[in-house]
């Protein structure tokens, strides 16, 4: 009796969880209208983003997870995936106020993260709009590319962002310059970005100089290429320099072949001296050795059938 009595109680318990857990997930998370229309006041710019993105990886990845990923924490109701369209559909302001007021298991950050910190991971967050780079969806940066061709996809704050790639000859170093577009279509260079050089090989590519380095206030920056690279039988290296943080910046990649390298001589192994030569003799004492053998065995099997022979005719 007792038994049964238990039994009940512990599904009455799991049914009545269920509903509390299942009216909570359903329940919309609704945002005052005044609150709602907030704009964000912090102005935009790749060091806000660069903010936004630390501050992002430091206090929400743990249960939203890596934006794009859907691999946030399992939690119920789901801590949603910025990325995901349900989450980009929220004015500014509205996620301003969520993360300032907190529900459920999502934590009151009012306190814990300065206002001007929590608009910066905003910024961040709408880099993964889709709106704004809806060109570009789904895009991913290619590996490599063919030499003197170049990749420009997702955007800087929703305009394109473009990566030139040249190689200065006399003090053989690459150059690498970083622009964006501005509202009048002007070409701007961006400062800050992250670039990084690489040498393709057939495997793989190469990192060029030691780290990677930003550009400066001209959108530039250059890298030493060692002088006597290895190259192809003219001597043509191929090198590709790329934004090497696309979350943030966007995908920018360019690529350029220069003959600098030290051209490459292919040694024919029929040439040398060789048993398997053409063109030279082989060495004298391994031509004897082996005509020698070459006789020896012959003889050997020769001497073995007339014999064999010899004892035929006798038995006959
Ligand atoms: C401990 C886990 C946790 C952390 C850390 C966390 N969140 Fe959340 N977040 C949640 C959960 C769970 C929800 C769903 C809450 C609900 O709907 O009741 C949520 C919901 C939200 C929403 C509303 C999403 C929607 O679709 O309505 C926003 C915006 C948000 N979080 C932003 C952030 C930001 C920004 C950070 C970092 C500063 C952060 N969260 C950190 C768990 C977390």
């Not at 983003?49 to 934006?67: Q, R, T, V």
């Not at 250059?222 to 966007?250: K, M, Q, W």
Request: proline residues 7%; hydrophobic residues 40%.
């Amino acid at each position: 009796m007792m038994k049964s009595n238990s039994k009940v109680l512990i599904a009455i318990y799991f049914l009545l969880s269920a509903t509390v857990v299942m009216g909570q997930a359903t329940e919309p998370w609704v945002v005052p209208a005044a609150k709602k229309s907030v704009k964000n006041p912090v102005a935009v710019s790749t060091s806000v983003i660069e903010k936004g993105k630390s501050l992002y990886m430091a206090n929400c990845k743990s249960c939203h997870g890596d934006p794009g990923k859907g691999n946030g924490l399992p939690l119920v109701p789901k801590p949603t995936d910025p990325a995901s369209d349900k989450y980009q559909a929220q004015t500014d302001g509205e996620m301003f106020y969520k993360m300032q007021n907190g529900r459920g298991a999502m934590p009151k950050f009012a306190e814990v993260i300065p206002d001007n910190d929590k608009w910066a991971i905003i910024h961040f967050v709408r880099t993964f709009s889709k709106k704004k780079n809806s060109a570009d969806a789904g895009k991913i940066m290619p590996d490599t590319l063919p030499a003197g061709s170049s990749f420009t996809s997702t955007s800087l704050n929703g305009k394109p962002i473009t990566l030139k790639l040249k190689f200065n000859e006399p003090d053989s170093t690459l150059i690498a310059t970083v622009s964006t577009l501005n509202e009048d279509g002007d070409l701007l260079p961006v400062e800050g970005v992250p670039v990084g050089f690489f040498l393709k090989r057939y495997f793989g590519s190469l990192p060029v100089g030691e780290e990677i380095g930003r550009t400066d206030k001209d959108g530039r920056i250059e890298v030493a290429v060692p002088r006597n690279l290895p190259g192809d039988t003219s001597g043509l290296l191929h090198f590709i320099a790329r934004v090497t943080d696309p979350e943030v910046y966007g995908i920018a990649m360019d690529s350029i072949g220069a003959s600098c390298g030290k051209p490459l001589v292919i040694v024919n192994i029929t040439e040398e001296r060789t048993l398997w030569g053409r063109s030279r003799v082989a060495p004298l004492y391994i031509i004897i050795t082996f005509f020698g053998a070459l006789a020896a065995v012959w003889g050997t099997m020769g001497y073995v059938v007339s014999n064999v022979l010899k004892i035929a005719q006798k038995d006959v």
